[in-house]
């Protein structure tokens, strides 16, 4: 019995546009993330539901737009992680994919079972990641800049498959 559902050819970032993004440090990624995630999820926030991530390190990997983000919760507050440090969980893939699931055009499971979006470290922190934004409702929230994004994937979409991007840093699952 196969649990994999067929998706479309991933087409991923070319590399000139990826160019700009892979000259920003991953710790301004990281802290800009970590500003835009407590704006985001500040109800969340305030009822406890991130208390999963108190004290671990989640790190993100954008393989094709060459940037990545680690983010860590202390005292109640989402904040950058220093990317060097070793990192409780990994979460790595192509921009689309991560629009993708953001758009909830694929859902999670779909994404992870057929290895466009991939785990490392803590599954069980993984799972818990995976169930708070499955449970997430951010269409009032977040309305205009959801169109906004559903328009990114769908021009995203429509670039030819290009080979796949070299890593410019450690492999997924590897504690760095």
Known sequence: MNNTTHLPVNPYLPAPLALPLSLV?????????????NKL???????GELD????????VDVVDAKLHFS???SQGVLAAADTKCPHDLSIEGSIYDFLLLATRREDADTLFFNRRLRL?????????????LDALELDVRIGPFLQMMNGATTLIGRI?????????????????
């Open 25 to 37: 440090p991953g710790k301004t990624y990281s802290q800009v993330m970590a500003r835009l995630l």
């Open 41 to 47: 999820f500040g109800p969340e926030l305030a009822d």
């Open 52 to 59: 999963f991530l108190e004290g671990k390190i989640m790190r």
């Open 71 to 73: 983010i860590t919760l």
């Open 120 to 132: 490392g470290g803590d599954t069980e922190l993984g799972l818990y990641v995976k169930n708070f």
């Open 160 to 176: 030819p498959r290009l080979a796949i991007p070299k890593l410019p840093f450690p492999k997924l699952g590897r504690r760095s």
